[in-house]
């Protein structure tokens, strides 16, 4: 085999040895690995892989497994079923070439005789970036980098936020009534949406890496913060809690393995109270008000590796994130129903202006049986 440092050539318009219209199949292919596995990786990045011959046979597709298990390139090449030899290995992410808890996919690609690798996008990872490509290219494999670059690059969105900022990809969600409620003045707020977006929103739970609620929701509301009406891994769950209330007699609410984050006037007989019921808790500054500092939160969350944080409220804590501009989607499922005087989704935000109000830019969206999905970015920076 010839060493060859030169990234793959489009000679004749050909992507990894196959038309365009074939690779952007086989490359989408993978992505949809990726995407369906989202959440089920954590900390790792859930890639996906397939393995074509030069004629365009899929020979192998994977995507990742759980963390300390083979990679999705690893995967695809042993559904190959040594058909490798000559073929060309589409992966929405660069290849790693460290020893961690698994060997390295380049080791395993060059041994199975892959002439060419696609890969979508170059991984950022300080241990990982570039080095891929480099160990490949030595043994002779033909590469090529940012096939579908843009697709791969929102598939793994979680995990690229996360490396490039320090910090978790949030997603806010909330449930409403078409007046803008989140719950009747009594209380109740089940069920405002119907079936499908209950689904929808159990999706996204699977997909993030932690699930997060203030003190208040944990209280009123008494959430699982689980995945259910879907299969689909549990997240983390994280309460807000700025002093420890919930040490007292709502302390059972509280699984095992649950995060509780509070501000520096928790006590330490609250911390160690909750230590016996298996709930870590985690200290961080506080805001003007006593609360916990938002900006605070997502620097520890992002040293502790979480990669993502879906953020379900309650309406005070939706309204500390967007103040706080930290966040990068917000899912919102509006019901056809009217509540009148309620729970309103931001509580004590008020702009005296409609000029001054932040402006939402409406990215998707969809319908989900009776109820309305909109998926909202931040105001564009000016």
Excluded at 188 to 207: K, N
Excluded at 237 to 253: E, F, K, Q
């Amino acid at each position: 085999m010839t060493t060859s440092r030169r990234p793959a050539s489009r000679a004749g318009g050909k992507i990894g040895g196959l038309a365009p219209a074939a690779a952007a199949a086989v490359m989408r292919r993978a992505l949809r690995l990726a995407r369906a596995g989202t959440g089920a990786t954590y900390p790792n990045p859930c890639v996906g892989a397939v393995v074509v011959s030069p004629h365009g046979d899929i020979l192998g597709a994977a995507r990742s497994g759980p963390t300390g298990t083979a990679h999705a390139e690893v995967r695809a090449l042993k559904r190959a079923a040594g058909q490798c030899r000559g073929a060309t290995l589409f992966v929405t992410l660069e290849p790693c070439s460290h020893v961690g808890r698994t060997p390295p996919c380049t080791r395993a690609i060059l041994e199975a005789g892959i002439a060419r690798v696609v890969t979508a996008l170059r991984d950022p990872a300080p241990h990982v970036s570039g080095r891929g490509i480099a160990m490949l290219r030595r043994g002779g494999v033909q590469v090529q980098v940012g096939f579908e670059a843009e697709l791969a690059a929102e598939v793994h969105a979680h995990y690229l936020h996360h490396i490039a900022t320090g910090r978790p990809w949030v997603t806010l969600k909330a449930a409403t009534s078409l007046d803008g409620q989140l719950a009747c003045a009594s209380g109740d707020s089940r069920w405002i949406t119907g079936v499908p977006a209950r689904r929808h929103g159990h999706r996204q739970r699977a997909r993030h890496h932690a699930i997060l609620v203030g003190r208040g929701t944990m209280v009123a509301d008494r959430p699982r913060l689980d995945v259910r009406l879907v299969r689909g891994t549990d997240p983390l769950p994280i309460v807000l809690d700025s002093r420890l209330r919930l040490a007292g007699p709502d302390a059972p609410l509280l699984r095992p393995g649950t995060v509780v984050v509070h501000g520096p006037r928790g006590s330490e007989r609250a911390r160690n109270r909750l230590a016996k019921l298996g709930v870590e808790t985690i200290a961080v500054d506080a805001d003007s008000r006593g609360r916990v500092d938002i900006e605070a939160l997502l620097d520890e969350l992002g040293r502790r590796e979480i990669r993502s944080v879906l953020v379900e409220g309650g309406g005070e804590v939706l309204a500390s994130f967007l103040l706080a501009s930290a966040w990068q989607r917000f899912l919102l499922y509006q019901a056809p129903r009217l509540l009148g005087a309620g729970r309103p989704m931001l509580p004590g935000l008020s702009w005296s202006r409609v000029a001054n109000a932040p402006a939402l830019i409406v990215h998707r969206r969809q319908r989900l049986g009776d109820d309305t999905l909109l998926e909202l970015l931040p105001p564009e920076s000016e």
